[in-house]
């Protein structure tokens, strides 16, 4: 997500996707993980996965036509970029759509967590396929040339953040272990949530954060040191557009958005499915949405009232 006003005339969409447990020792998202004893941050070596020589063929769309399903149909994030260009989480890796058409981006690895907290910078955790130069899991992993390639922050071989949000000056990640804070990406203490996080979302200040749970959501107002429980709609995915506006979207696909930073919702749209992945952005002013469902990429333009496929180009 990116934490900024955008100043184009692109269309946002929400997001789709989702998290499908993956691998061994990680938390099952709503559901408290299992006592385990935090691991001290990882000091080691930040090895980089680089493409493979095919990483960048084109999958088949044309600019001006209708962004296609998300290939695989397996989506664990997404995020609205500058220009229109959306980008999602995938087990095969990213998958840009852009005025080029759709096109596989960099490594084929499994990202779990997902987040683009600034304009040219992603950050991401999962797991490594086959033939590539990272540790199992991941750990912290950072892009910044569009998923071109990836260096490890931290917590290489120790952490698989299944839930990832991050702002300018603040990152929280969700393993097995609890859920973690850090400034810089290297250097991490464990934060107390009463839940166990489905989704993360964290204002551009850091100072804000809305987490999902089956039992309702959470909202801290001291960057995650202090919880309160949120009096309203049931929600799977969140994401901050700006200091106060929140989108979140419920398991029925139903779209709510909040202007005070989490602590009150209203109902706007519909995804039309359930949501894997989602994502929300201020375009010259106008709110825009972007989501997944059903391996289908959507965009709404108008506050998240209505909801169309992305087009590209």
Do not use: K, N
């Not at 912290?140 to 290489?156: A, K």
């Not at 996080?197 to 204002?203: E, F, G």
């Not at 039992?215 to 557009?241: H, K």
């Not at 169309?308 to 180009?313: E, I, N, R, V």
């Amino acid at each position: 997500m990116l934490h900024r006003t955008l100043t184009t005339t692109t269309t946002g969409a929400v997001v789709v996707l989702l998290l499908a447990a993956c691998g061994s020792g990680t938390a099952t998202p709503g559901v408290s993980p299992a006592p385990s004893e935090a691991v001290p941050p990882s000091q080691s070596s930040a090895p980089t996965a680089t493409a493979t020589p095919d990483a960048d063929d084109e999958a088949g769309a044309q600019a001006g036509e209708e962004a296609p399903p998300v290939p695989g149909g397996h989506v664990h994030g997404v995020a609205l970029e500058e220009d229109g260009v959306v980008l999602v989480a995938t087990h095969e890796g990213v998958v840009r759509y852009g005025p080029d058409g759709m096109t596989s981006v960099g490594p084929q690895i499994d990202l779990m967590g997902f987040s683009a907290p600034e304009p040219g910078r992603l950050l991401a955790s999962g797991h490594p396929g086959p033939g590539v130069d990272l540790p199992e899991p991941m750990g912290l992993i950072e892009s910044t040339d569009g998923g071109q390639t990836w260096t490890v922050l931290s917590r290489g071989g120790e952490s698989d953040f299944h839930a990832l949000a991050a702002a300018d000056s603040v990152v929280l990640g969700f393993d097995a272990a609890g859920l973690w804070s850090s400034t810089d990406g290297r250097e991490w203490e464990q934060l107390d949530p009463p839940v166990a996080p489905y989704a993360l979302a964290v204002s551009p200040d850091g100072g804000t954060v809305v987490v999902t749970h089956q039992d309702g959501p959470q909202r801290s107002a001291d960057g995650g040191r202090t919880w309160e429980p949120v009096d309203g709609p049931l929600l799977q995915r969140v994401a901050f557009a700006d200091h106060a506006t929140v989108v979140g979207a419920a398991p029925d696909g139903s779209v709510h958005v909040s202007v005070d930073g989490g602590a009150t919702w209203e109902e706007r749209g519909s995804l039309g499915g359930p949501p894997e992945a989602l994502d929300a952005a201020l375009v010259d002013g106008a709110l825009h949405v972007v989501g997944i469902t059903g391996a289908r990429v959507l965009l709404s333009t108008d506050g998240g009232q209505g909801f169309a496929p992305l087009t590209l180009g």
